[in-house]
DNA sequence: TAGACGGCGCATAATG
DNA sequence: CATTATGCG
DNA sequence: GTCTA
């Protein structure tokens, strides 16, 4: 019966009242005598009841026969849904306008619907499908060190440095030796346990908002991404903030040959020859461990990851790990910088903002971080901006509606009640090592070594 | 019988 | 320009 | 699709 079940997807909640019905029955020890018997379990109702029957008496169910249209629906909602961004509301309006393959996206008024990266990811989606070999991935770092300051370290993360033959896209962690802030995590960051199982995708070095002029002054969009798009490396961009860029790059040509600059422009205006996703994440110089720790497992083990130093009590994020700090009733900071090891001048001079907790919390910079990991402190507080407070003012506060207020409230506690102390950031050997964890090479970083060897499986 | 059915952070659009 | 709403995964 | 208020 399970046969009989497992096709359906249209409606979500449907999907997953079937979903209930299988476990409910997969649970049994006996088998079912009828419909009537399956409808005492809970997550089993009239309907599926009814299915159970005929199931049992050898009938077929025809959905055909039920919803010949839905059918039709089903499908080509499913079909669109194929794009990447482009998800149910999106297909849902597309199918009521008369789009019912993506092919159909080619045509005008469908493709006009569609957000900018949903048309991006449509107009390169047979060459981004197309997985990468590791020599193209080195031949376009070799051009990437060919068009910006030497000072850049490049390093390739994710599949390539866990030894993947094949790479789904290019992923790439830049270090600059002047690019030192890192930013706290936010206060709560510890009373806030994520779902540690499911939801967010992967998305390191958010910055909280920014204002425009500085946004666009980053290191990364102005001293790379600016030089590569001259260089005509950069087709299309999916996503830009300080700290990282998204978007489509120019594959080299057979035997990794590069051709000349103004032809490659050409091309690129013509969407000629072969493209591939990029990703640029600019970590700063003193968290290169935690930010390849972060760029380099899959989803699944960074998760773990995390899940470990949240047991340990402390913060894993993408900056570094870290220890909440209770600070004593009186309100003089514990002056006990950490500095477990020698750190360099540079170093230092990274970490000296972090224990700095003398931001202007009224200030705008911090109006708008969310509530989750890794956002927190624009890069704006580098230095200059710290003494004096006020930029526009307004900040958070402000007549929130009840929920929200609530938890600037706590949140507003929570700042005075401590604040994060920097415990490893520099070296992936000594953070697996605060988390009293056996160093992991990056090919083993994935789901097999989850299963082959759980550390301590939060899995329920 | 109507409404819930997971919750959250991010990017972008819409709105003030 | 800043905040809120929506789509997405 | 089912469950609950």
């Known amino acids: 019966m399970k046969e009989e079940d497992a096709s359906p997807l249209r409606n979500a909640y449907k999907v997953r009242s079937f979903q209930n019905a299988i476990k409910a029955i997969a649970q049994l020890d006996h088998d079912l005598a009828s419909g009537a018997d399956a409808l005492k379990l809970n997550g089993i109702g009239s309907s599926i009841a009814f299915r159970i029957d005929l199931f049992l008496e050898g009938k077929e169910y025809d959905p055909a026969k039920h919803d010949v249209a839905l059918e039709r629906r089903k499908h080509a909602v499913a079909n669109l849904r194929k794009l990447p961004g482009l998800g149910a509301t999106t297909a849902r309006q597309l199918y009521e306008a008369g789009c ?3 092919a159909q996206l080619r045509e005008p008024r469908f493709f006009e619907m569609l957000l900018p990266h949903q048309r991006i990811n449509f107009l390169y989606a047979e060459h981004l499908e197309k997985p990468l070999t590791r020599a193209e991935a080195e031949s376009i770092v070799a051009f990437i060190h060919e068009h910006i300051s030497s000072k850049f370290e490049i390093i390739i993360t994710d599949a390539y440095r866990r030894d993947s033959p094949t790479l789904p896209h290019l992923s790439l962690l830049l270090l600059h030796p002047a690019h030192i802030h890192i930013p706290l995590p936010a206060p709560t960051a510890h009373t806030r346990p994520r779902s540690l199982l499911r939801g967010n995708a992967r998305n390191p070095f958010h910055t909280a908002y920014q204002r425009r002029p500085v946004r666009l002054a980053s290191r990364l969009l102005q001293d790379v991404v600016r030089p590569l798009e001259d260089a005509g490396l950069l087709a299309a961009a999916l996503g830009a903030s300080p700290a990282r860029w998204a978007g489509v790059a120019v594959r080299p040509g057979a035997g990794g040959r590069w051709k000349e600059v103004g032809e490659r422009l050409r091309d690129v205006r013509a969407r000629r020859g072969g493209y591939c996703r990029l990703e640029l994440s600019m ?3 003193g968290a290169r461990g935690a930010a390849l720790l972060a760029l380099t497992g899959d989803v699944d083990f960074w998760r773990m990851m995390r899940d470990k130093a949240a047991g340990l009590d402390m913060h894993l994020n993408e900056y570094g ?3 909440w700090q209770a600070k004593p009733r009186d309100g003089s900071a514990p002056h006990t910088p950490v500095a477990a090891e020698p750190a360099s001048e540079v170093q230092a001079k990274a970490r000296a903002p972090a224990y700095e907790c003398d931001y202007d919390f009224d200030d705008a910079e911090w109006a708008g971080y969310g509530n989750g990991y890794g956002g927190a402190s624009a890069g704006a ?9 006020k930029g526009t003012g307004k900040g958070k506060g402000k007549d ?14 929570q700042e005075e009640n401590g604040y994060w102390e920097l415990v490893e950031s520099e070296s992936e050997e000594r953070i697996f090592d605060a988390l009293g964890m056996e160093y992991v090479p990056p090919e083993r970083r994935n789901f097999v070594f989850l299963r082959d060897k759980p550390p301590k499986k939060a899995i329920a």
């Open 100 to 102: 019912t393959s993506l």
């Open 283 to 285: 970590a700063p110089w």
């Open 321 to 323: 790990l870290w220890r």
């Open 381 to 389: 507080s580098g230095g200059a901006s710290k003494g004096k407070g």
């Open 400 to 413: 929130v509606e009840k929920d929200k207020a609530r938890g600037k409230e706590a949140e507003d506690a």
